[in-house]
Nanobody
């Protein structure tokens, strides 16, 4: 599975952006999907995740401001971001957790990452 992220850019404090991520390949193997972010010198951190059944999880810092959604049939996951703050400035990565089976029936678990899209929030 390959992931292609888009939608980053420059926005002022209080503004909004929508990030999109589209999967290609064996999208039937996708389980959880999510968005992470990273700033230089820090570890990549979870922003939001969503299961194939639609259950969501958010970092405390974005609760009430960000909304994650997905389309299982299309293999897409979006992140709608409102009330953006300078602290939200980071490179955002989409992620897909994969589960599929070999011809012999053995389960294979792996992770696929998108290429990252830069979000810059000016003060």
């Amino acid at each position: 599975v390959q992931l292609q992220a888009s939608g980053g850019g420059l926005v002022q404090t209080g503004g909004s952006l929508r990030l999109s991520c589209a999967a290609s390949g064996r999208i039937s193997s996708i389980r959880d999907m999510g968005w992470y972010r990273q700033v230089p010198g820090k570890e990549r951190e979870l922003v939001a995740s969503i299961t194939s059944g639609g259950s969501t999880n958010y970092a405390d810092s974005v609760k009430g401001r960000f909304t994650i959604s997905r389309d299982n049939a299309k293999g897409t996951v979006d992140l709608q971001m409102y009330s953006l703050k300078p602290d939200d400035t980071a490179v955002y990565y989409c992620r897909a957790d994969l589960l599929y089976y070999t011809d012999g029936g053995a389960p294979v678990v792996s992770v696929s990452w998108g290429q990252g899209t830069l979000v810059t929030v000016s003060s």
